[in-house]
């Protein structure tokens, strides 16, 4: 049962994404064709220090492992613990060091707003639903490898690690933290994506979709029953980030 929803979810979004890389591609196809344009800011990559801020819209889900007490006589009635994909978004600001001709440093300070979802199936009783929202406070290191400037595109590659904290969340309410999923704050993530600079007469403007694994246990130490069938609880996003600098 477990397999057959996971498939079926992999059917669901695996359009987005292909969607997603259709449009890159055929942003590529024009960075081909227009290598020999006139060139936009043509130094604007020779900069030591670069600024700018970014948007991201992202669909995230929790990737779970059972616990031994899944099979056990104590939770017989549960059959499935179904993690669903959800929507979110995120704003922050890019500082960009110039490393050399073809590598970049950047940090990308950002606010997320995420939502997790997981059902619980039950035999013979109504699923429970339950829906954990943060907003945690993120702060990506990722290193950018970029190919040679074509006219006004350039290819690129971005990967590196992911801290975040969360600033407010379900667990802020004591009454309501006892009877949910209880999740950690901190959730350390690696993070490895593509994008394409495109070069205009007052800015840089970079449609970049970015894939990222947490490292960390999400689970928190409470002991209530939504939390007793599972061992582990990572986080698995992907985002479509728009960056002007």
């Not at 997790?116 to 702060?139: A, M, N, Q, S």
Request: with cysteine; glycine share 6%; aromatic share 14%.
């Amino acid at each position: 049962m477990q397999i057959t929803n996971l498939r079926s979810k992999f059917n669901i979004y695996w359009r987005k994404v292909a969607f997603i890389c259709i449009v890159l591609f055929t942003l590529a196809n024009q960075a081909y064709a227009q290598r020999n344009v006139a060139m936009n800011n043509p130094n604007y990559d020779d900069r030591f220090l670069s600024y700018g801020f970014l948007i991201g819209i992202h669909t995230t889900t929790y990737q779970l492992k059972y616990s031994d007490r899944f099979v056990s006589k104590e939770l017989d009635s549960l059959y499935a613990i179904s993690p669903s994909w959800s929507p979110g978004f995120s704003l922050g600001f890019i500082v960009n060091m110039h490393l050399s001709e073809f590598l970049d440093l950047r940090l990308l300070p950002k606010v997320s707003f995420y939502e997790h979802r997981i059902e619980y199936l039950r035999l013979d009783e109504p699923k429970i639903d339950e829906l954990v929202e943060t907003t945690v406070v993120e702060f990506p290191l990722l290193l950018k490898y970029k190919s040679e400037r074509r006219g006004n595109f350039r290819m690129y590659m971005v990967g590196g690690v992911k801290p975040g904290i969360e600033a407010s969340g379900k667990n802020d309410v004591d009454e309501i933290s006892k009877e949910n999923l209880n999740i950690k704050s901190f959730n350390m993530s690696l993070d490895v994506g593509f994008g394409i600079d495109m070069y205009y007469p007052l800015f840089k403007f970079s449609p970049e979709i970015r894939f990222s694994k947490g490292m960390t246990n999400m689970l928190g130490n409470s002991g209530n029953e939504l939390s007793a069938g599972i061992d582990r609880l990572n986080t698995n996003t992907i985002t479509l980030y728009l960056l002007f600098q």
